[in-house]
Nanobody, 121 residues
Framework: QVQLVESGGGLVQPGGSLRLSCTAS????????MGWYRQAPGNQRESVAT???????NYSDSVKGRFTISRDNAKNTVYLQMNSLKPEDTAVYYC???????????????WGQGTQVTVSS
């Protein structure tokens, strides 16, 4: 089995910072792309940032320059450093990992349980 465990969410004031972590564990053969997505009440789930297995990154326009995605392949972990947080960043944040399981040929997407980020004064 494969599990993704997220941590790092919480309540912060505007302008504050948080760092989210997501660690994959289990019968994993290899990990491809990783990313962070978020969903605010009344909104669709949207991509925040992604990072390939080669380290190439992409960010949504709304977070560009404020958020940084990174990964530690040795730890099967993806991070999201969030700076200069705004109330509009309030959402449940989910990590997504595309990986190949041991004894499987196909890659599949796995999702973390979600962590709440609330930015409010």
């Amino acid at each position: 089995q494969v599990q993704l465990v997220e941590s790092g969410g919480g309540l912060v004031q505007p302008g504050g910072s948080l760092r989210l972590s997501c660690t994959a564990s289990g019968s994993i053969f290899s990990i491809n792309d990783m990313g962070w997505y978020r969903q605010a009440p009344g909104n669709q789930r949207e991509s925040v940032a992604t990072i390939t297995n080669r380290g190439s990154t992409n960010y949504s326009d709304s977070v560009k320059g404020r958020f940084t995605i990174s990964r530690d392949n040795a730890k099967n972990t993806v991070y999201l450093q969030m700076n200069s947080l705004k109330p509009e960043d309030t959402a449940v944040y989910y990590c997504n990992v595309r990986l190949r399981r041991k004894s499987f040929l196909s890659e599949l997407d796995y999702w973390g349980q979600g962590t709440q980020v609330t930015v409010s004064s």
